[in-house]
């Protein structure tokens, strides 16, 4: 028999992920590791969702539901929008998916066909890259500048050198926390529909900013594509459940590709988290307990010889250059999970180019996993 392997499997690996499964051996063998690794809250799912997703459960629910999702979830997501933002979002523009991951799937094959130029971040989110070129698009990577967040002037630089179909970005951005000012955003969304570019915006990290109000992409036009999820703040991650907020003219396109890929999201998620936007109370505690271990490690971190590449502004990370100790964050991402036991996520996951020179930490768990590792850091380094 003969096994066919695609062109298009060969990405690559997710670094933060081989990180994780050898801290779990560690851990399974004893060892006390502090993992600061992987993006996802330590926190339990809230109360009132639990209690949602028990009473679901009792009265039998787990079925298939609409491929665009609950009619009572994509309410409650449009009136999140009116209350948080200020905006008018229709129901019929809203899509609850399989995780932001799915959302993502669904934007770039609804919206781009094969051999379309798509520009994305670098420092950015990995999985962005590696699905645009498991789907036969070409990858357009603009480096940011000391910013932190992509540019109009930018993108039309792009641009002029060889026409783009999209871009994507992310605010507040992983791997770096960095959010993009309100005129910033304005600017880079209004050059793009100038230049025929449609636009995605990440707004995953949204109700994690620690300066600022969140300010959605939504605000600047009705023509924009918007990928959420309930994993970040909502605490909800292995419930693999998000959304998109959708110009009208995508709505029935994403609809007919999700019929085919997913069916539906899972009925349980989607009735658990119809709540989670009455959890609030307990979620923005939650939060404070980010902005904490955030002050934690923007003190302790430049004073160990790791300075931070940008300041922070949202998310839950500290991506810091490690260049003063070593010019190979993934073997140094190893030496100190193998002799200090604390897992962080190399910054070759983040930028092919320049990642060797940084380390991204994740300061989601809590306070004693922070205090425990800066003391670890100390004595290591």
């Known amino acids: 028999m003969v096994v066919s392997v695609s062109r298009r499997s060969a990405v690559e690996p997710f670094h933060a992920m081989d990180v994780l499964a050898e801290a779990n051996r560690l851990k399974a063998m004893g060892h ?166 449609s636009v995605i915006s990440d707004e995953i990290y949204h109700r994690l900013s620690y300066q600022d109000d969140d300010i959605t992409a939504l605000s600047y036009g009705d023509d924009v594509t918007v990928i959420n999820s309930f994993s970040k703040y909502y605490c909800m991650t292995g419930w693999r459940i998000g959304w998109m907020v959708l110009p009208e003219e995508l709505v029935r396109p994403v609809e007919r590709i999700a019929q085919s890929l997913y069916i539906s999201a899972p009925e349980l998620s989607q009735a658990a988290a119809i709540r989670a936007f009455d959890a609030s109370d307990e979620l923005d505690r939650v939060k404070e307990r980010y902005r904490h271990n955030r002050e934690l490690l923007g003190s302790a971190l430049p004073d160990l010889g790791l300075p931070l590449a940008a300041p922070m502004d949202g998310a839950f990370y500290a991506y810091c250059d490690v260049t003063r100790h070593s010019n190979d964050s993934m073997d140094f991402a190893k030496r100190l999970l193998a002799e200090c036991h604390i897992a962080a996520t190399p910054g070759i996951d983040f930028d092919l180019a320049e990642g060797q020179r940084f380390l991204r930490l994740s300061y989601a768990g809590s306070e004693a ?4 590792a800066i003391a670890r850091l100390k004595a290591w380094l």
């Open 32 to 197: 006390p590791v502090v993992s600061l690794a992987v993006g996802q809250p330590s926190d339990p799912v809230p109360s009132i969702v639990r209690e949602a997703a028990q009473q679901a459960l009792l009265a039998g629910r787990g079925g298939y539901t609409d491929a665009l999702g609950l009619m009572d979830l994509r309410q409650a997501i449009s009136t999140h929008y009116r209350d948080h933002y200020g905006v008018d979002v229709p129901v019929s523009r809203i899509a609850v998916t399989t995780g932001s991951s799915a959302g993502f799937n669904l934007a770039f094959l609804a919206m781009f066909d094969p051999g379309d130029r798509i520009a994305i971040t670098t420092p950015g989110y990995p999985a962005y890259r590696n699905i645009l070129i498991a789907l036969g698009l070409d990858v357009v990577e603009i480096r940011l500048e000391e910013e932190g967040w992509l540019t109009a002037a930018q993108l039309e630089h792009a641009h002029r050198e060889k026409p783009l179909q999209g871009v994507l970005f992310a605010s507040p951005a992983n791997p770096t926390g960095a959010i993009t000012p309100p005129q910033a955003l304005q600017a880079l969304i209004e050059a793009a529909r100038s230049m025929g570019i």
């Open 369 to 372: 996993d922070v205090t425990e």
